[in-house]
């Protein structure tokens, strides 16, 4: 069964980078039929697609967030990763890592979600 | 970028009411919308993909419908499990993702 694993810092000061891994186990990042992707979800506000990534390399990003944001990959350990620079207490979310099939780009399953808050 | 309107923001009904939700998209995206059941503390779980397709595990009195601009969530007879907050999703435009604002479903 394909579990997803959010881990990090749970606290970032405004102006730093936020810096979160999601380690998948049964199955593998390597696989053509998916894409790995990060959600965010302000306290008591609704969902944010961040950005995606394919185990070919091509990574797709939320306009809205583009500059600040990287996400990249490590196959050789089944995680992906995601930085966000220049963070402001806006930024202070449940961030969550997902799979989203390729056949169908509907985000599933979900990890649990890691609550990063940006604050001084 | 499509945009997802979702009304209402929120309802409150009781057991056994049968509740919808609507969803609208700015332009058309056929029927590549997703819909989300979440509940305080956890991450969204996936109840229907292609606009009206009902995901493995579950309940039959979950349905939905429509294509084009114009979606809707049906819950046939409420149960006290579904109270929880549910959003849309189109995958038409994907990359990007984007999600309609949400509809928390209050007990009465």
């Known amino acids: 069964q394909l579990q997803l694993q959010e881990s990090g810092p749970g606290l970032v000061k405004p102006s730093e980078t936020l810096s979160l891994t999601c380690t998948v186990s049964?199955?593998?990042?390597?696989?053509?039929?998916?894409?790995w992707g990060w959600i965010r979800q302000p306290p008591g506000k609704g969902l944010e697609w961040i950005g995606s990534?394919?185990?070919?390399?091509?990574?797709y990003y939320n306009p809205s967030l583009m500059s600040r944001v990287t996400i990249s990959a490590d196959t050789s350990k089944n995680q992906f990763f995601l930085k966000l620079r220049s963070v402001t207490a806006a930024d202070t979310a449940v961030y969550y890592c997902?799979?989203?099939?390729?056949?169908?780009?509907?985000?599933?399953?979900w990890g649990q979600g890691t609550l990063v808050t940006v604050s001084s | 970028d499509i945009q997802m309107t979702q009304s209402p923001s929120s309802l409150s009904a009781s057991v056994g009411d049968r509740v919808t939700i609507t969803c609208r998209a700015s332009q058309g995206i056929g029927n590549d919308l997703g819909w989300y059941q979440q509940k305080p503390g956890k991450a969204p779980k996936r109840l229907i993909y292609?606009?009206?397709s009902l995901q493995s595990g579950v309940p039959s009195r979950f349905s939905g419908s429509g294509s084009g601009t114009e979606f809707t969530l049906t819950i046939s007879s409420l149960q006290p499990e579904d109270f929880a907050t549910y959003y849309c999703l189109q995958h038409n435009s994907y990359p990007p993702l984007t999600f309609g604002g949400g509809t928390k479903v209050e007990i009465k």
């Open positions: 292609g606009a009206s």
């Open positions: 049964g199955g593998s990042i390597s696989s053509a039929s998916d894409y």
């Open positions: 997902t799979r989203i099939p390729t056949w169908i780009p509907l985000p599933d399953p």
């Open positions: 990534v394919y185990y070919s390399g091509s990574i």
